[in-house]
């Protein structure tokens, strides 16, 4: 098969390349899909003939990658190879997920470069417009409308919302999913707090019907007083005093430029996409070796790949509330505008991001990634030499770090998730959890009344704040210095020295700890629960070598969460999770593994 893969890729290229040269100027490999781009992907979609069912639902469109190597050979050559402009979409039509392949080199003549039906379990993303319509089928219901009497409320007193309903062994063929209800009357917009507890729809989000119902017990409705979070509405300290107004000077502007989608600071450089389901993607991040005069990549590609959220009550109404929140609700298409000078400083930047609504159609998100350089206060190196004819010498490098951040509203949460770079050549991901808990209805007023487990904290009269997990996951594409990287675990291993003074031991037996470095030659070498031996996590090239012959490398440095999931190994929400077992997992390079 080899002679002819050369001619097709050599017609391949000849052709993209005339369409290319059309069209100036030519985005980043690796920059999102433009609305014009997404238009184009539609159109080929909806003429595509061997798909006659309408309607047709889009659930995903996103950047189709060029593989690796084609990218980092356009960055690097002089003279680019012109990579073609794909799309990768998931669709809806006829019961079926559909999965196609666009291309988009040329937006005026799109075209469908392949066709696929997903038959294995699983479902896309739901669309914000099925949420919607899924939400108000309950007003027309007349059980719902008897449950509602039944405890003394009106229609315009209650909003609903669909709740994802995890898996649990059956592989379904419809996409159902869970309605459950809140009370929005009484004044307080946090309507989370004050729960239809006890009534649960189970709807087919696609047919928009109501497939069961189901009204098991009535509980007091948590009071509204005191629920409020709206600022006039909070009393202290939720509107404490506000501190007095600070200002971010920088007399010579700002440190960072933005190029499209390439931003450049201090000693680095990275590209910054968007992507509908995992939101902000970092890609090609490369640190300035000043003394080489060279670019030397760390990073090339990394995003939040997935939220799981398992509630810990196995109540009727609340044992399937196992989140996923990228794959299911979308962080791209979650994510919020931000607030200019509180979600952000002035100091900042910002940019939009495109996702498409389910007919297909661009919907821009404005203000949705802010980039800015933060002073906290925080010193990055420090010194102080006391001795010596000169002491004493003080030296200290102030940490000022690039942050780039994105705000992912996913029903009552508010994830902030923060990328920062720092001089020093780190990276840190950093994920903050705000916004409003998902609160359970109980008849229980103070914590004496209590007898059984009700799987959470009496937070409030007649309110439950369930246990609950987020396992944030992100998928990092190390590159350091290369392609060519090894996994090393480090491990530190406690030691006895025997305290013979000939071979240069202590006078008296020692115990100390000394490090075993390890290779990871397998995957199932390249899983670690951090919480097991103390370890280094690296990540080196094993072909870059410093001056004293070190090799080069990053060190994975686990802070604060560093929890695995308690879940027994064979309940349905943990093995469809069963990644949260260990915190991390390394693999080989598969462009289709993300
Ligand atoms: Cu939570």
Redesign the pocket.
């Known amino acids: 098969m080899y002679p002819p893969l050369v001619l097709v890729l050599a017609i391949f290229f000849a052709v993209a390349t005339a369409i290319a040269a059309l069209s100036s100027p030519l985005p980043h490999p690796l920059d999102p899909l433009s609305p014009t781009e997404l238009t184009a992907v539609r159109s080929a979609v909806l003429a595509f003939s061997l798909v006659a069912s309408r309607p047709i639902s889009f659930h995903y469109v996103g950047l189709d990658e060029p593989e690796k190597p084609d990218v980092l050979s356009h960055t690097n050559a002089a003279a680019a190879a012109i990579l073609p402009r794909r799309a990768f979409v998931i669709a809806r039509a006829g019961g079926l997920s559909h999965e196609f392949y666009v291309d988009v080199t040329n937006t005026s003549a799109p075209r469908v470069v392949s066709h696929g039906i997903h038959d294995g379990p699983g479902f896309p993303m739901f669309t914000t417009e099925e949420q919607v319509a899924a939400g108000q089928l309950s007003r027309e219901y007349p059980p719902f409308r008897e449950s509602l009497q039944r405890r003394g409320l009106a229609l315009t007193n209650v909003g609903c919302g669909v709740f994802s309903m995890g898996w649990f062994g059956k592989n379904e063929a419809r996409r159902l999913a869970k309605v459950q209800c809140f009370i929005v009357a009484g004044g307080t917009a946090n309507y989370y707090a004050r729960p239809l507890e006890g009534v649960t729809l189970l709807v087919d989000v696609e047919k928009l019907v109501i497939v069961a119902y189901r009204d098991r017990a009535a509980y007091s409705v948590p009071k509204a007083e005191g629920t409020d979070y709206r600022a006039g509405k909070a009393r202290p300290p939720f509107n404490g005093a506000v501190p007095a107004p600070g200002v971010v000077v920088q007399p010579e502007g700002k440190g960072f430029h933005i190029d499209d989608h390439i931003v450049r600071w201090a000693n680095w450089e990275f590209h910054v996409g968007f992507d509908m389901r995992a939101g902000t993607v970092i890609s090609m991040a490369s640190v300035h070796d000043a003394d080489a005069d060279l670019w030397r990549r760390v990073l090339y590609r990394g995003f939040a790949s997935e939220i799981f959220?398992p509630y810990m009550d196995p109540e009727e109404e609340w044992y399937f509330h196992t989140f996923m929140d990228a794959g299911e609700y979308g962080l791209g298409v979650s994510a919020v505008p931000l607030q200019p000078e509180a979600d952000y400083p002035a100091n900042a930047a910002y940019m939009d991001g495109y996702y498409v609504d389910a007919d297909g159609k661009p919907v821009k998100s404005e203000n949705i990634i802010c980039v800015f350089e933060r002073y906290a206060g925080d010193i990055a190196w420090r010194h102080t030499g006391v001795a010596g004819p000169i002491a004493p010498i003080t030296e200290v490098r102030p940490d000022v770090t690039l942050v780039v951040r994105m705000v992912v509203t996913v029903g009552?949460?508010d994830y902030t998730l923060d990328w920062e770079f720092k001089t020093v050549g780190s990276i840190k991901t950093v994920v903050s959890?705000s916004?409003i808990?998902?609160m359970k209805a109980t008849n229980y007023t103070h914590v004496d009344q209590i007898r059984d487990d009700i799987h959470g904290t009496l937070i409030a009269e007649n309110t439950v704040g369930v246990y609950?997990?987020?396992f944030i996951t992100y998928h990092l594409d190390l590159d350091i210095d290369g392609t060519k990287n090894s996994f090393i675990k480090n491990t530190i291993i406690p030691k006895r020295n025997t305290g013979v003074r000939a071979t240069g031991g202590a006078p008296t037996p020692r115990s100390y700890w000394t490090v075993l470095y390890e290779v990871a030659e397998t995957e199932a070498e390249g899983q670690v629960n951090i919480n097991g031996a103390p370890a280094d996590l690296l990540f080196v090239n094993p072909s870059k070598k410093t001056k004293v012959g070190n090799e080069v490398g990053y060190r994975l440095i686990p802070a604060g969460a560093t929890a695995t999931s308690l879940l027994a190994n064979n309940d349905y929400p943990q093995r469809r999770a069963s990644y949260t077992k260990k915190q991390v997992w390394v693999t080989p390079y598969n462009k289709s593994e993300k």
């Open positions: 959220v009552n949460y959890l916004g808990l998902e609950h997990d987020h």
